[in-house]
Nanobody, 126 residues
């Protein structure tokens, strides 16, 4: 089993940066693919970024490509999301998630993920 706790959210101005962190506990973290998802008020959850268990493969939603970067530190059991050039449409609750099946390529699909954190709010304003 994997427990996930996000942190690093907050209020930031347009064009600013934030770094989200996700602390993982549990024996399967190192073999799990990991992802970041977000949900804005009144909208469905959407995929943001994912990284394979090895860290060698990453995927991004088109809306964040070139602005966000996902990374993981297996030694510290941490997942990160560096967010730059933030826009008002990035405002949402951000969740980290773990897919214990791992695999060479991480999934971009919400149902593939078995474990979820409680979320951290990111608000981008002018």
């Amino acid at each position: 089993q994997v427990q996930l706790v996000e942190s690093g959210g907050g209020l930031v101005q347009i064009g600013g940066s934030l770094r989200l962190s996700c602390a993982a506990s549990g024996r399967t973290f190192s073999r799990s693919s990991m992802g970041w998802f977000r949900q804005a008020p009144g909208k469905e959850p959407e995929f943001v970024a994912a990284i394979s268990w090895s860290g060698g493969t990453t995927y991004y939603a088109d809306s964040v490509k070139g602005r966000f970067a996902i990374s993981r530190d297996k030694g510290k059991s941490m997942l990160y999301l560096q967010m730059n050039s933030l826009k008002p449409e990035d405002t949402a609750v951000y969740y980290c998630a773990a897919d214990r099946t791992g695999g060479l390529a991480p999934s971009v699909l919400t149902p593939s993920y078995d474990y979820w954190g409680q979320g951290t709010q990111v608000t981008v304003s002018s």
